[in-house]
């Protein structure tokens, strides 16, 4: 079993940047890890992933705004958010998804907005 922790959400003007860190219990290497966004009345949505390998994927909508990384060293994933839009403001979930097995786990979120 995998528990994750979100942190770095917060109020940040639009323009503004966010550094998300998801650290995981234990070791993330086997693990895809994403971010995932959901906001008020809309559906969750991924928002970047990461394989093992360092291989990456973004939502059309924050491609060339967010980068997602991974430390497998500290177990830990980030998501830097840069030029940040009022429409990016939502709950942001990590999700750990082990190779070879049909379970994930999710953390609790951390809330990001986006207002002036």
């Known amino acids: 079993q995998v528990q994750v922790v979100e942190s770095g959400g917060g109020l940040v003007q639009p323009g503004g940047s966010l550094r998300l860190s998801c650290a995981a219990s234990?070791?993330?290497?086997?693990?895809?890890m994403g971010w995932y966004r959901q906001a008020p009345g809309k559906e969750r949505e991924l928002v970047a992933g990461i394989t093992r390998f360092g291989v990456t994927n973004y939502a059309y909508s924050v491609k060339g705004r967010f980068t997602i990384s991974r430390d497998n060293a500290k177990n830990t994933v980030y998501l830097q958010m840069d030029s940040l839009k009022p429409e990016d403001t939502a709950v942001y979930y990590c999700n750990a998804a082990p190779l070879g097995t049909a379970t994930d786990y999710w953390g609790q979120g951390t809330q990001v907005t986006v207002s002036s």
């Open positions: 234990g070791s993330i290497f086997n693990i895809y």
